[in-house]
């Protein structure tokens, strides 16, 4: 499956209300699936990998 980046790109308000998400779970693939569910959103293990480096190092950008 190809994911465009754009519509796959997250809001800050988003990462936000996500931030607990990304951080506690273990495996990329339950974040993956709590993102589709509550954004609609399709994003892939490198962008969860990303986001979890992002908010842990609390440089939101």
Request: charged share 35%; with cysteine; glycine share 4%.
């Amino acid at each position: 499956m190809v994911c465009d980046p754009w519509t796959r790109r997250l809001s800050s308000e988003e990462k936000e209300n996500l931030k607990p998400v990304i951080l506690h779970c273990e495996s990329a693939d339950e974040v993956i699936e709590s993102i589709k569910e509550r954004t609609g959103k399709q994003v892939t293990a490198a962008d969860v990998k990303g986001m979890k480096a992002t908010l842990s190092t609390g440089k939101c950008l």
